[in-house]
């Protein structure tokens, strides 16, 4: 009967616990923290063997349908790492699923589309009017038992792709190293270009706006083909879909009477567009590792909460010398409107010691810098 009760509240999106670590939304915000907060992309992924044991034999896109699995995998590298933010495990193509595609997971290949847009015709096939409750339902699902489970430890943050590169992936139908078919679109279909990324920015305000409600407290956007276009293809085909993505997420929230979350912007290579990107709505924005940190201070005047951008493969390198690099990223970014990340996922290979050797050396080296910068002003909320 107990046992039962505890799964009743746990579907249900209210009444979580209080948050016991909110550096991470401080950061987000803007406000002082008193350390640097830090999460890893892909921090839920294939490099924890729990993460394997709980996934053998099944399906990927079984799993990112099952909220039970969903919330386990979530949490593991919690266990492990005092990470500052959960991120929920799901994946950005369940939103080509919503309209219709078919996408499959091959192992040692990535995800397939069997039937990728090919001709401007081929839109026909698309749902025109998604119902993202009944859709994607399962990933609310997955957040509201996410957030009861995590009992207030950190918060946690829900994600899309963007239209851009859900678009690659719709007609390239896997990965591509040119991203040429989704790029002919743009040169020879304009219009239907615009029709289809008009699309994808629908079904995404109201995905995000359903994560809020289901009981995320932050979202990050995923523009992760940014590198794959050129400044002046960004300014037309991503970019504008990305402020309206903010700019509507924020709309809906407001109308519904719900509190604002801090969102982020992460245009992987997208480095030429960082002044636009600062300015596009979001409250962070994300870099990889193909930038200074002093430049990209620089570029968007302290403006933004800055997140990033660690080489994934320094993770590769023995612990003292991760400790020095991140010492040297904790000076070059400074400690406020700061979040640590790498400047893209957690590869499987990498060992788990050398992922806890990043958290900590974070968490050690902005807390020596804030204590010799400014120890007047440390804030004292965690």
């Excluded at 040692?108 to 090919?118: A, R, S, T, V, Y």
Aim: glycine share 8%; aromatic share 8%.
């Amino acid at each position: 009967m107990e046992r039962r009760q505890q799964q009743e509240r746990d579907s249900l999106p209210k009444d979580f616990p209080n948050l016991k670590n909110d550096t991470f939304l401080r950061a987000a915000r803007g406000q002082k923290t008193r350390y640097v907060p830090v999460w890893c992309m892909r921090q839920a992924g294939r490099y924890l063997p729990e993460f394997q044991d709980t996934r053998a034999g099944q399906d990927f896109f079984l799993t990112c349908r099952t909220p039970e699995i969903c919330c386990e995998l979530t949490l593991q590298p919690l266990r492990r790492f005092p990470l500052d933010a959960a991120i929920i495990f799901s994946d950005i193509l369940v939103i080509p699923q919503a309209l219709g595609m078919e996408v499959t997971m091959v192992p040692g290949k990535g995800p397939m589309f069997p039937e990728p847009l090919k001709e401007v015709e081929d839109l026909l096939r698309l749902q025109k009017k998604v119902d993202v409750d009944a859709e994607l339902g399962y990933v609310f699902r997955a957040i509201t038992l996410t957030r009861h489970r995590l009992e207030g430890k950190v918060p946690l943050i829900g994600f899309s792709g963007a239209p851009w590169t859900l678009m690659t992936y719709m007609i390239e139908g896997g990965g591509s190293n040119t991203m040429s078919k989704a790029k002919r679109w743009l040169y020879q279909h304009v219009d239907a270009s615009h029709r289809l990324l008009r699309l994808l920015t629908d079904i995404i305000v109201d995905y995000m706006v359903g994560q809020v409600k289901a009981g995320a407290q932050a979202l990050q956007v995923f523009e992760s083909h940014a590198g794959c276009v050129g400044p002046m293809e960004f300014s037309e085909f991503c970019l504008p879909y990305l402020q309206e993505i903010s700019r509507r997420v924020k709309e809906q929230l407001e109308a519904e009477s719900l509190e604002p979350v801090p969102m982020i912007v992460f245009a992987k290579d997208g480095h030429y567009a960082l002044e636009e990107l600062s300015r596009s709505g979001y409250e962070v924005v994300g870099l990889d590792w193909t930038i200074s940190p002093r430049e990209a201070r620089e570029r968007t005047g302290n403006q933004v909460t800055l997140q990033g951008n660690m080489d994934p493969c320094a993770l590769y390198a023995p612990k003292e010398r991760i400790g020095e690099i991140v010492k040297k990223m904790m000076e070059e970014f400074g400690t406020q409107r700061y979040i640590a990340n790498l400047g893209h996922g957690l590869y499987p290979d990498m060992d788990p010691e050398h992922v806890g050797a990043f958290v900590e050396a974070v968490h050690k080296h902005s807390l020596n810098l804030n204590e010799h910068t400014w120890p007047a002003q440390l804030e004292n909320s965690n």
